[in-house]
């Protein structure tokens, strides 16, 4: 079953504006409307939140020249709620949205398991929303071969200097010269979370200063958590979930990649070998929870008890106060981005995406374009960053140093950043790979097995949606 991105993930990215869908990093604040427990989908609009009247004076003194849409309501369809709630912070591309464009957005519910059934039926019944979030990374091009989403260069222009900064990676998601998401930034998809204590009463070199001094590696990561093993003790390495996946793509290729319109198959690429090598050692040396003998879950709360090192995760859990109550006091919590690989030729990492799609039949595309073209133009703007770092510090009781290393891995994320297209492509794909590609880390099993058994499934997929996508690119 594909896992899916939290709620409280998505609504974290609609308020904070400096590089995300209202903000940057998949951090950008705001509780969303959560609709994954809802039955039956329902249009709604939660109340109204409100910025400090200071900032809405920021943002009203920032220049645009936007037009008021005629169209004025444009309809999200997603299991979150651009709007957030009544005193939860709001995002500063909404009140743009709504103060320049006279625009409102309209969530439409539904559940995240549900949200693509719910697209389907709208479109067939000629009812297609405005807009979708493209942030779970699997709508290019799986979904465009389906002909779910319609292509957004006639809304966008992507070789103007507004989007300049994003039209690398809107090029990279493009088919035949068309562009189908309007990304406005990147993030790291998985950060290293550590408890500081535990760090110095291990005697070990904090994370954030390796990073500093450019030895934050493959080499050091291995070391530390060598070091502070200890079975008979029940220390452990690393825990959670979104290692593997993260991991992998830090050696700078996918397992599935896209290039020139086309999937490509990287399951023998060296650099691949040589992450599977890597967590074939990680687990004949005991260094990973062993989730086996922990009915398959995972345990967050003992890296706030300096039982296990490091937790790799989305930095949105650090927007959730139960989940960062699980690592420990807020001011001994702190993460680096994933490590970098020795034999790559950049320092890449795991990226996800703030941004949305604009479904087929939309009756508003150029409200979406609107909405999109202020997350745009306050992306970068320095009252916008200010605006963002006082909510974080005020509403989330971030320190300033994890603020600091916020503002570090988007920058690096964004120098070098590197999709995972295994999941784009259709669900056969997605199951093929998926839990293959961590039985090195979880089971001790060869990768050279591993790699046997699936490649040619993975080969014959791939074939099929090239065959398909070069009919609807030509």
Not at 321 to 348: L, Q, S, T
Request: aromatic residues 10%.
């Amino acid at each position: 079953m594909k896992k899916k991105i939290l709620t409280s993930a998505l609504a974290l990215a609609c308020v904070l504006t400096a590089g995300s869908c209202g903000g940057g990093g998949r951090p950008e604040t705001s509780t969303a409307q959560d609709a994954t427990t809802t039955a039956a989908e329902t249009t709604t609009t939660t109340p109204p939140a409100t910025l400090k009247e200071e900032d809405k004076a920021a943002i009203e003194e920032i220049e645009t020249d936007f037009k008021e849409l005629e169209n004025k309501t444009v309809r999200l369809l997603a299991n979150f709620d651009l709007n957030p709630a009544a005193g939860k912070p709001k995002g500063v591309a909404l009140e743009m949205f709504e103060t320049k464009c006279g625009g409102k957005i309209e969530a439409i519910l539904c559940s995240w398991d549900d949200r693509y059934d719910k697209l389907s039926t709208m479109v067939l019944a000629g009812d297609s929303p405005d807009m979708f979030s493209a942030e779970d990374l699997d709508i290019v091009p799986g979904k465009i071969i389906e002909g779910k989403f319609q292509a957004m260069d006639d809304y966008i222009d992507y070789d103007s200097d507004l989007w300049a900064p994003t039209k690398a990676i809107n090029d990279q998601f493009s088919l035949g010269g068309k562009h189908y998401l309007g990304v406005t930034s990147t993030d790291a998809g998985v950060v290293v979370i550590y408890n500081k204590k535990t760090i110095e009463e291990n005697g070990l070199t904090d994370p954030a200063k390796l990073l500093e001094e450019g030895n934050w590696t493959w080499d050091t990561f291995y070391d530390m958590m060598a070091r502070f093993c200890s079975r008979p003790d029940e220390k452990f390495g690393i825990d959670g979930w979104e290692f593997e996946n993260a991991f992998a793509v830090t050696s700078g290729v996918p397992y599935v990649g896209l290039e020139n319109d086309k999937l490509v198959s990287n399951l023998e690429n060296k650099m691949i070998v040589s992450v599977q090598e890597y967590m074939l050692n990680l687990k004949r040396n005991d260094i990973p929870v062993p989730k086996s003998e922990y009915s398959w879950s995972v345990h967050p709360e003992k890296i706030a008890s300096g039982k296990t090192l490091f937790y790799p995760q989305g930095a949105y859990v650090l927007f959730e106060p139960d989940n960062v109550a699980a690592f420990g006091d807020m001011e001994d919590v702190m993460f680096v981005p994933m490590p970098k690989c020795p034999e790559a030729d950049n320092y890449y990492l795991p990226a996800v995406i703030k941004g949305f799609a604009i479904p087929t039949g939309a009756k508003n595309p150029e409200g979406t374009a609107a909405y999109l073209n202020c997350v745009m133009t306050c992306r970068d703007s320095e009252k916008v960053k200010e605006i963002e770092q006082n909510q974080i510090f005020e509403d989330y009781h971030w320190t300033q140093e994890m603020y600091d290393m916020l503002l570090k891995t988007r920058e690096l994320t964004e120098a070098n950043p590197v999709f995972e297209y295994y999941k784009a492509v259709n669900d056969n794909v997605y199951d093929i790979i998926l839990n293959p590609s961590k039985e090195s880390y979880n089971q001790g099993t060869p990768w050279s097995q591993t790699v046997e058994e699936i490649k040619y499934s993975v080969q014959s997929e791939l074939d099929d949606a090239n065959e398909k996508l070069a009919n609807i690119i030509k």
